[in-house]
């Protein structure tokens, strides 16, 4: 994670991804854990995600906060979509996705869709492919998300306008 940022703290809404219990028998009985994927985003291109464990659901919930919000990134998001295709893999998981026009919603899956709604992206087209493992597939579309390249970066690196970034 090259782009890490520090970003302010109460502005985040946070969503549980995944919650997961545990059971480890030992020969006392059985102890249950709670595992919670949980993502955290400022609708304004910023998301984090992370990983809490405890004995309790709500402790559990709250440090998979607290680790998203160590964990922030910073993505480039164009007129609520994302600027240009992208597919990335992490483990199993494969993610593809693709800008859309404004009114066509988040068309993607359960973790999928978490990450995308928390950064603040309102119009794409998701497909994953592979594994669907929640970890994995946050961890998959996170990655694909870095890669997007910023338009007006390319622009200014390019020393064209905007406009003939996408109509080339």
């Known amino acids: 994670m090259a782009n890490r940022i520090i970003a302010n703290v109460e502005e985040f809404t946070e969503k549980l991804v995944a919650l997961n219990r545990v059971v480890k028998v030992t020969k006392g009985g059985r102890t249950f854990t709670f595992a919670a994927i949980v ?83 309102t119009d794409v087209l998701a497909k994953s492919k592979g594994s669907s493992n929640p970890h994995n597939l946050v961890k998959a579309t996170v990655a694909a998300l870095q890669k997007l390249r910023d338009p007006l970066q390319v622009a200014k690196d390019r020393n064209i306008s905007l406009n003939k970034v996408f109509n080339g």
């Open 39 to 121: 993502v955290v985003g400022d609708g304004k291109g910023v998301i984090g995600y992370g990983l809490g464990k405890a004995g309790e659901v709500a402790a559990a919930i709250t440090k998979g906060t607290e680790s998203a919000k160590k964990n922030l990134v910073k993505i480039p998001v164009l007129k609520g979509t994302i600027p240009h295709e992208i597919a990335a893999k992490f483990g199993g998981a494969e993610v593809v996705l693709f800008p859309a026009s404004p009114g066509t919603g988040v068309v993607a899956g359960g973790a999928m869709r978490a990450v995308l709604e928390s950064v603040g992206i």
